[in-house]
């Protein structure tokens, strides 16, 4: 029998944590490709679609994050810490719900043609979750910190860049002579959008903490 073979016999139930997380980063990857895909069409008569695709990615969030609390609570020892486990679920399901929640926005706010900021910032959070999936892979082998310290720096500046595009949008939208509601709109779509690029890498750091502790 092999070491690999000798290890998933004895902990075989550790690894379904694992699976669980990778379906979990999986699901958040696909849910960012679709929305920047769907708000690039800038047809409002998409949103409506849009928002129930992104409901069925949010709702299939909320199992896998559901399935990993109720088999820590059967589970006695646990693959990595249990706190960080909760913190990786927990982001990685923020991080859709953010999405849903534009994405009803879209709808409710009837917004037309997409801000090109907006845009921009959508395309930083897809490089994020591209990134994010490929080190909740690695999370399974243990990685040594230095071997995944370069995708960690990477979403961090990918981050850096979504909170410089925030800015300026939010100052370009205080100078274009908006109207009062728009400027809320637009404000609010901009401000949870930048939230799910936060959760991105608050998720890294938490796969970079662990990698640390079981260095």
Known sequence: MSLNSLMRWIK???????DLLE??????????????????????????ELRRQ???????????TSEILEKMDKTFVTP?????????????DDVVDDLDVISERLVLYRVGKIREPFLEMSSQVVEGCKLL???IIRLRDMPRPQDIRP?????HDLE??????????????????LSAVELMK????????????????????VVGSTAMKNS
């Not at 850096?160 to 274009?176: G, K, V």
């Open 23 to 48: 379906a979990s980063a999986a699901n958040v990857g696909e849910a960012a490709h679709h929305f920047d895909k769907e708000i690039r069409t800038e047809d409002p008569a998409n949103y409506a």
């Open 160 to 177: 850096n860049r979504s909170d410089a595009i925030y800015h300026t949008a939010l100052a370009e939208i205080f100078h274009d002579g």
């Open 133 to 135: 999936v490929e080190l």
């Open 12 to 18: 075989p139930h550790e690894q379904i944590f694992f």
């Open 54 to 64: 992104m409901k069925a990615f949010e709702h299939k969030g909320d199992e896998f």
């Open 80 to 92: 990595i810490e249990r706190e960080d486990l909760m913190a990786l679920a927990h982001a990685l």
């Open 151 to 155: 995708m960690i720096r990477d979403i």
């Open 186 to 205: 637009w404000k609010e779509l901009l401000d949870i959008l930048e939230s799910a690029m936060d959760r991105i890498e608050h998720a890294a750091r």
